[in-house]
């Protein structure tokens, strides 16, 4: 099916692990975004890529990587979870940057007990 | 620093009462502000890009605005199925890529 694709949908993890969500994209889109969503927060991007091979960090950065191998697939990993990044997370494309509309898949809860 | 903020955090209407959803911004030199949808459970879907103060776009019920300060999302006769969190987002200025979203307005609309 076209579209954007996340996995887990969801997925309970202990501090310290390693932990890598999975996004994957149908259309061929330029670019992805990473974005979590926390209660009384907006969302708040995390890590963004303009083509296979090219990351940039966005407003929350840190204690996260990104790859960008192949143009339709773009993991989040995070590298030693800690309980703040308890959230919910959400991969999006788009065509050509930020100023055409974003696509975004239906999320992965992650808890980090 | 860029912000974003939309009022009021929870809206619940009858079926039928109309009303507008607030987004204001202290972004300077916007290059963009765009609504978006998110049900339970799901991403944000696209409703809206406004580019320039003055600038109206409208789709069924719903019809955004914008100034040089703010956005607004009215709702003309709502539906139940309109229930929803509608999210506002402001793209700054030059080639930063960095959007910035709003908290978002959660909507009820009451049969």
């Known amino acids: 099916d076209a579209g954007i694709t996340q996995s887990p949908r969801y997925k309970i993890t202990e501090t310290g692990r390693q932990v890598t969500l999975m996004c994957h994209q149908t259309?061929?889109?330029?670019?992805m975004f990473w974005y979590r969503q926390d209660l009384g927060h907006g969302l708040r991007l995390i890590y963004y890529?303009?083509?296979?091979?090219?990351?940039d960090k966005g407003e929350v950065p840190d204690g996260y990587v990104v790859s960008r191998s192949k143009t339709e697939n773009f993991p989040l990993t995070l590298e030693s979870a800690t309980r703040s990044q308890t959230s919910v997370y959400f991969c999006a494309s788009s065509k050509q940057g930020t100023l055409q509309p974003q696509h975004f898949g239906d999320g992965t809860r992650l808890s980090i007990l | 620093e860029d912000q974003v903020t939309q009022s009021p955090e929870a809206l619940r209407l009858q079926e039928g009462e109309s009303s507008s959803l607030n987004c204001s911004y202290t972004?300077?030199?916007?290059?963009?502000l765009f609504w978006y949808r998110q049900d339970p459970g799901k991403g944000p879907e696209f409703l809206f890009t406004l580019y320039s103060a003055g600038e109206e776009k409208e789709k069924e019920r719903l019809k955004a605005t914008l100034t040089k300060k703010e956005s607004f999302l009215h709702i003309t006769a709502p539906k139940p199925e309109d229930s929803a969190t509608y999210l506002c987002a402001v793209h700054p200025p030059g080639n930063n890529n960095d959007m910035r979203f709003g908290a978002g307005t959660r909507l009820t609309v009451k049969p």
């Open positions: 259309w061929s889109h330029s670019y």
């Open positions: 890529s303009a083509a296979a091979d090219i990351t």
């Open positions: 972004v300077s030199g916007l290059r963009g």
